[in-house]
T-cell receptor, first 113, second 116 residues
Framework: GDSVTQMEGPVTLSEEAFLTINCTYT??????LFWYVQYPGEGLQLLLK?????DKGSNKGFEATYRKETTSFHLEKGSVQVSDSAVYFC????????????FGKGTLLTVNP | DAGVIQSPRHEVTEMGQEVTLRCKPI?????LFWYRQTMMRGLELLIY????????DSGMPEDRFSAKMPNASFSTLKIQPSEPRDSAVYFC??????????????FGSGTRLTVV
């Protein structure tokens, strides 16, 4: 079945540091890939997405590139801010008519001033 | 749009009591999902609906859990009787597919359930 593996957290960085959160997946067919972010006390929000190989999703300074050859979708940001502190979830949905998202376990990011 | 609306935001109940969680999806969305989030197990899909019809309830933990969607604008998740191990944050999410474009889910803010 489908699965998503994220790097274990927590990740603690200083403001303006470079961020990478690794995500790899196993899926049937050609999945669409997503990153969601959850701020404290809130629901998950879509951060970015990519629907086919070599697509790059980007939003709020975050980027992730759909790498079919390595089945990866790593999240990056060049300079993190304290306000980026949150839990980040990688997710996928398989192709076809199944719209059920499969999530990774989440990675807690803490950015210190 | 007000987004996905869940109520209540917090619920504290005694073991053995019935608990009902409510969700109003985004108007026009034809998929609705119920998730449970705990530290130990992360996000778990409990059940999802398409056009008000339950499609996959394989994630529902046991018979104490039930979900309904009587119309396109309302869904409930009921736990009867509740147990301390049901304590978690319960999220509702909705989604719509327009042609070949799909933007994933929109989540509600969740209901934090504590069973004592």
């Amino acid at each position: 079945g489908d699965s998503v593996t994220q790097m274990e957290g927590p990740v603690t960085l200083s403001e303006e540091a470079f961020l990478t959160i690794n995500c790899t997946y196993t899926a049937t067919g050609y999945p669409s890939l997503f990153w969601y972010v959850q701020y404290p006390g809130e629901g998950l929000q879509l951060l970015l997405k990519a629907t086919k190989a070599d697509d790059k999703g980007s939003n709020k300074g975050f980027e992730a590139t759909y790498r079919k050859e390595t089945t990866s979708f790593h999240l990056e940001k060049g300079s993190v801010q304290v306000s980026d502190s949150a839990v980040y979830f990688c997710a996928l949905v398989s192709g076809g008519s199944n719209y059920k998202l499969t999530f990774g376990k989440g990675t807690l990011l803490t950015v210190n001033p | 749009d007000a987004g996905v609306i869940q109520s209540p935001r917090h619920e504290v109940t005694e073991m053995g009591q019935e608990v009902t969680l409510r969700c109003k999806p985004i108007s026009g969305h034809d998929y609705l999902f119920w998730y449970r989030q705990t530290m130990m197990r992360g996000l778990e899909l409990l059940i999802y609906f398409n056009n008000n019809v339950p499609i996959d309830d394989s994630g529902m933990p046991e018979d104490r859990f039930s979900a309904k969607m009587p119309n396109a604008s309302f869904s409930t998740l009921k736990i009867q009787p509740s147990e301390p191990r049901d304590s978690a944050v319960y999220f509702c999410a909705s989604s719509s597919k327009a042609g070949s474009r799909w933007d994933g889910y929109t989540f509600g803010s969740g209901t934090r359930l504590t069973v004592v």
